[in-house]
């Protein structure tokens, strides 16, 4: 069992039922215990992710599914630019590289990459498949600056004004919870899909493909500092890529049976990624 130690995240946490700040207790196995009257306690799974959510907010997010194929689609390496251009745009603007939240972290893809950069990272994410997989791929990766939890990011498990930087890649974005547990001048990068993000896959399924158009939750009170698109052409070389970008997106549950059908008998496949990362301050 790996011990969390990193003081980044330990400092902020707080419990979800009762607020109270927590540490970690280790017996016989590892805790989170709050300071609060009842002394909650969330225990480590396995893995190493803990759950803490909210009595209200638990359950929901990715299914073990859509986790899976999203697993397999990242790690052939196809968004390694947007990792690289998420990471680079929070180096930038980030006063200091100290506590990073990736709401909605998925599977932890974009959490590995910047906890390598040296942010301390804290993944949440409602699904409790995503959460293990991604407590699993910072242990593959022996990372030790992270901690990931089950817990919406609407009611995140953090004190106010406690972060750095908040990352929000393809997830519901949450500005005023965003804006809670950010510190003075801390800032958000929100990542979404631009016009054209996945127009070949689109192309392939639909008899009319539309453009996507823009995502309705974006910050609006938050101050825009920065944005900037990263566009570029993948090559899908194998129907099993195929079929695991297409099972990561929402298409697949939108998408008839009859037009998904069309996708099993590509071996190869040209699409566009198009992917708008805008970056937030709190002032
Ligand atoms: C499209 S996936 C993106 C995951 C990851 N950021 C990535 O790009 O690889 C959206 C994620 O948001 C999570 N999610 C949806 N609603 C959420 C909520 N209210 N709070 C936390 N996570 C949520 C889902 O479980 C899922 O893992």
């Known amino acids: 069992m790996r011990i969390l130690k990193d003081q980044n995240i330990i400092k902020a946490l707080c419990c979800p039922i009762c607020k109270a700040p927590m540490t970690v207790k280790v017996s016989t196995g590892a805790s989170l215990v709050c300071g609060g009257k009842k002394t909650h306690c969330y225990d480590f799974a396995s893995s190493g992710y803990v759950n803490l959510s909210s009595p209200v907010q638990s359950g929901g997010g990715d299914s073990k599914q859509a986790v899976k194929a999203r697993t397999e689609f990242l790690e052939l390496g196809y968004y390694q630019p947007v990792a690289e251009k998420l990471a680079e745009l929070c180096e930038r603007h980030s006063k200091e590289k100290g506590l990073l939240v990736d709401a909605g972290c998925g599977e932890g893809y974009y959490s590995c990459f910047l906890a390598e950069k040296g942010f301390s990272v804290f993944g949440a994410d409602l699904s409790k498949f995503a959460i293990d997989a991604a407590a699993k791929r910072f242990s593959r990766k022996e990372l030790y600056n992270g901690l990931f939890a089950a817990s919406s990011v609407f009611e995140l498990p953090l004190s106010d ?31 979404y899909a631009g016009e054209r993000h996945l127009f070949g896959l689109k192309d392939a399924i639909y008899k009319t493909a539309h453009v996507n158009t823009e995502r309705a939750d974006l910050p609006e009170r938050l101050i825009k500092i920065d944005e900037c698109r990263v566009t570029y052409s993948i090559e899908l070389c194998s129907n099993e890529h195929i079929m695991s970008l297409f099972a990561m997106t929402p298409y697949y549950w939108r998408t008839s049976v009859s037009d998904g059908e069309k996708l099993k008998t590509l071996n190869t496949l040209v699409t566009e990624v198009d992917i708008i990362i805008s970056v937030y301050q709190k002032q």
């Open 161 to 191: 004004g406690s972060v750095d930087c908040v990352t929000n890649v393809f997830a519901p974005c949450a500005e005023d919870e965003f804006s809670r547990v950010l510190k003075k001048d801390g800032i958000l990068a929100v990542a």
